[in-house]
């Protein structure tokens, strides 16, 4: 089966890939500047159906807000935009087309673009910290949030019952890693709900409670905040308990402790890394000129050298007086206004705007009822006066009425009702899928996508290719053997169907867990490349055979 391309639309179409902040307000202000152009149609491509606002999400860990308050459905926010589901697979510009990654099947869809906004934002990177991908737990989307909190109230209710006092305290230790603005928020939450939730458990004394913030500056949010903000900011969270180690690095991780600057080894089950973040891999594949690994534009925010690609946020590079925009939420959202406005003014060959805005201000929570705040550069406010002004631009800022009216009663009942202590356990622990097939059922076919690694449990199948026009069987397999593997070594579609012979038991593995295997067992990908060789010398000599047999008819 080819894959699929999407019917040819009418309407021009504007693509805006990725719904953070960026490509979510992109597409607000073009309904609103498009509504009346029924000629082009809105497009926006993201991998979950909902915009999460980050600013709250800290929130989440402590239990101040339920998991939907910070999020809110595209579907309400864009009701004039179409939307796409899906991950990105690839972008081509030459032919102006997006290949989304296949969902309930095999097979790719590709939409094609007359402008197109990069709203990609950054990725969590782990690369080259060893463990830390395997043992430390990222905090950047609702998952992330969800399983912190899951992890504070496994680990102090196994600390309850823990006869063993290093292993209580190791369950009891918090490390974190990165003193910016997610670290310090993260580690306020994960200090005040840790010592909130360990009230309930008489058998933990409250003083074996450790949280470490490990940042490898000389201040806290060195970045964001003035000398003195930053000053007060580590001063409180020290008075409630966090231990913050200035000038250090978490650079390793293990089941059982974090490693910080390689020497110091603090025993701890829970580490939580806030970086470093990198921008989305799709950038690197595009032909665009980049700045640290950003795509550079122009100040009107198209892509240098393009007149219908745009990029914006996270993952621009765009300049700003004598420097580039900060990557955070006030200048994605200005940006959005600006992009939008161009695109609308380029369509009707009007003259461009460029992209002018200076900081207001900044805003960090510390936890229990405590902020920090700067406006300006000037004005500096902090404690619990700073914290009602946090909680209340950012309440305004939330799109919505009803989820706004949803925050301020989540608010007001964590006033009143008892911290909750109830896990959300949303994730199958399973590596491998366990999947069944009836005879003459098709598992993949020639040219989907190759995504999985398929083992023969039970049953057998036949592998099936287009020769001379003709589905030729060039192969049988059977309980034990495994196949797909060609399509991921060599980083290519599938080269034949499969289809079973009889009922079908097979265990599936991803594609990025396939490439872990091979990248941590040496053996076992010689194994499999020597089946690819193989298969794939076995594959030549039967095409030489079918134009033999071709040419002599």
């Not at 921008?279 to 219908?308: R, Y």
């Not at 959202?333 to 201000?361: C, D, M, Q, V, Y």
């Not at 939330?398 to 009663?409: A, E, H, Q, S, T």
């Not at 867990?513 to 499999?528: I, S």
Request: proline share 4%.
């Amino acid at each position: 089966m080819q894959k699929k391309r999407i019917a040819l639309h009418p309407k021009k179409r504007i693509v805006i890939l990725g719904g953070g902040f960026s490509g979510v307000y992109t597409a607000m202000h073009l309904e609103k500047l498009m509504g009346k152009q029924d000629d082009y149609e809105i497009v926006l491509v993201n991998k979950d159906n909902y915009f999460i606002y980050q600013p709250m999400l800290a929130e989440v860990v402590g239990g101040s807000l339920s998991l939907f308050d910070t999020v809110s459905p595209l579907k309400r926010l864009l009701p004039k935009t179409t939307l796409f589901i899906r991950d990105i697979y690839s972008i081509d510009i030459p032919s102006k087309t997006v290949t989304l990654s296949p969902k309930f099947s095999h097979s790719t869809h590709t939409i094609s673009y007359d402008h197109l906004v990069l709203a990609l934002g950054n990725v969590t990177d782990f690369k080259g910290i060893p463990g830390i991908h395997e043992h430390a737990l990222p905090f950047k989307s609702l998952a992330d949030a969800v399983a912190i909190r899951n992890r504070i109230i496994e680990v102090l209710e196994a600390a309850a019952s823990e006869d063993d006092l290093e292993e209580k305290k190791a369950l009891l230790s918090f490390v974190i890693g990165g003193g910016g603005f997610s670290g310090v928020e993260v580690g306020a939450e994960v200090n005040d709900f840790a010592r909130k939730l360990a009230k309930a458990y008489p058998s933990i004394d409250p003083s074996m409670i450790r949280v470490v913030l490990a940042h490898k500056q000389h201040r806290l949010m060195e970045r964001e905040l003035s000398e003195s903000l930053s000053a007060y900011s580590a001063k409180i969270l020290r008075k409630r308990g966090v231990e913050i180690r200035f000038q250090q690095c978490l650079t390793s991780a293990s089941p059982n402790e974090a490693v910080l600057d390689g020497k110091e080894m603090i025993p701890a089950k829970t580490i939580i890394s806030t970086v470093p973040s990198s921008p989305n891999p799709l950038i690197a594949t595009l032909p665009f000129a980049l700045s640290h690994g950003k795509i550079k534009t122009d100040s009107h925010l198209l892509v240098e050298g393009c007149q219908d690609v745009w990029a914006i946020g996270d993952c621009a590079s765009i300049p700003v007086e004598e420097s580039v925009a900060p990557p955070t939420a006030q200048f994605a959202i200005r940006e959005a206004k600006t992009l939008a406005s161009n695109i609308a003014a380029t369509i009707r060959g009007k003259k461009l705007s460029s992209f002018h805005f200076k900081t207001i201000g900044m805003l960090g929570a510390l936890g229990h009822q405590c902020a920090v705040a700067e406006f300006f550069g000037k004005i500096k406010i902090s404690g619990f006066f700073a914290w009602l002004m946090w909680r209340a631009i950012y309440w305004m800022k939330l799109p919505g009425i009803d989820r706004k009216l949803k925050v301020m009663f989540s608010w007001l009942l964590d006033m009143i009702i008892p911290i909750e202590s109830v896990q959300l356990q949303m994730t199958s622990s399973q590596g491998i899928t366990h999947l069944h097939y009836q005879k003459g059922e098709t598992i993949f076919h020639e040219g989907d996508l190759g995504d999985y690694l398929y083992i023969i449990v039970r049953g057998d199948i036949e592998v099936l290719k287009q020769m001379n026009g003709v589905n030729t069987r060039i192969a049988t397999l059977s309980a034990g053997e495994y196949f797909g593997e060609m399509a991921l070594l060599n980083e290519t579609r599938r080269i034949a169907t499969t289809k079973c012979l009889s009922e079908v038991d097979v265990l599936a593995l991803k594609k990025q867990d396939f490439g872990a295997l091979l990248a941590n067992l040496p053996e076992l990908k010689h194994g499999f490349e020597r089946t690819n060789h193989e298969r794939a010398e076995m594959l030549k000599s039967l095409n030489a055979s079918k134009q033999g047999d071709s040419k002599t008819a």
